[in-house]
T-cell receptor, first 112, second 117 residues
Framework: DAKTTQPPSMDCAEGRAANLPCNHS???????VYWYRQIHSQGPQYIIH???NNETNEMASLIITEDRKSSTLILPHATLRDTAVYYC?????????????FGAGTRLFVKA | DVKVTQSSRYLVKRTGEKVFLECVQD?????MFWYRQDPGLGLRLIYF???????EKGDIPEGYSVSREKKERFSLILESASTNQTSMYLC????????????????FGQGTRLTVV
């Protein structure tokens, strides 16, 4: 699975959009981009995933560049409860299972 | 909702003890995983299993073993606990991923914070 690069930390004002970038320049054609987040003292929580097209759900939007070498997770109206570590990972299908590689992630601080 | 349940939130064990961490999932998932999480290192995969009695080593299997006797249960075993195994341990499960299917997510338990003294 390809590796990802994320900034270690970011700040965001409450009510504003939080834009979290991720570089995955070695991504291959069949790898999906996933985002998870981990709130303090809890297990990681799935947010969204995509392959080529931009995706939106009730939690967030995912924007993937045309060359798929980077993506941005957008929390449209950040709240204090969105303070967490956000992980961008890329995953390929296949084999008898999969390995999900989590890096250090981005620690997002949402401030009042 | 998918539930992945880890038997303990906090454990304190002595060096040299044999430690069992239990994980149960209730969604009939084929794949189960054990990770440890340490500050600055993210999540690192210890072992995973894609079927009953099947297991594969992850990135850091040394000092650990696993057992999957039933589909819903995946146990992590520290044969002789050491202080460098003090960490947060996370269990996860996911449905099977076929060769052409990549869009399945993993569901995580709440974690077990293990301290070895």
């Amino acid at each position: 699975d390809a590796k990802t690069t994320q900034p270690p930390s970011m700040d965001c004002a409450e009510g504003r959009a939080a834009n979290l970038p991720c570089n995955h320049s070695t991504i291959s054609g069949n790898e999906y981009v996933y985002w998870y987040r981990q709130i303090h003292s809890q297990g990681p929580q799935y947010i969204i995933h995509g392959l080529k097209n931009n995706e939106t759900n009730e939690m967030a939007s995912l924007i993937i560049t045309e060359d798929r070498k980077s993506s941005t997770l957008i929390l449209p109206h950040a709240t204090l409860r969105d303070t967490a570590v956000y992980y961008c990972i890329v995953r390929a299908p296949g084999g008898g299972g999969f390995k999900t590689i989590f890096g250090a992630g981005t620690r997002l601080f949402v401030k009042a | 909702d998918v539930k992945v349940t880890q038997s303990s939130r906090y454990l304190v064990k002595r060096t040299g003890e044999k430690v069992f961490l239990e994980c149960v999932q209730d969604m009939d998932h084929e794949n189960m995983f054990w990770y440890r999480q340490d500050p600055g290192l993210g999540l690192r995969l210890i072992y995973f299993s894609y079927d009953v009695k099947m297991k594969e080593k992850g990135d850091i299997p040394e000092g650990y073993s696993v057992s999957r006797e039933k589909k819903e249960r995946f146990s992590l075993i520290l044969e002789s606990a050491s202080t460098n195994q003090t960490s947060m341990y996370l269990c996860a499960s996911s449905p099977i991923t076929g060769r052409l299917i990549g869009n399945t997510e993993a569901f995580f338990g709440q974690g077990t914070r293990l301290t070895v003294v």
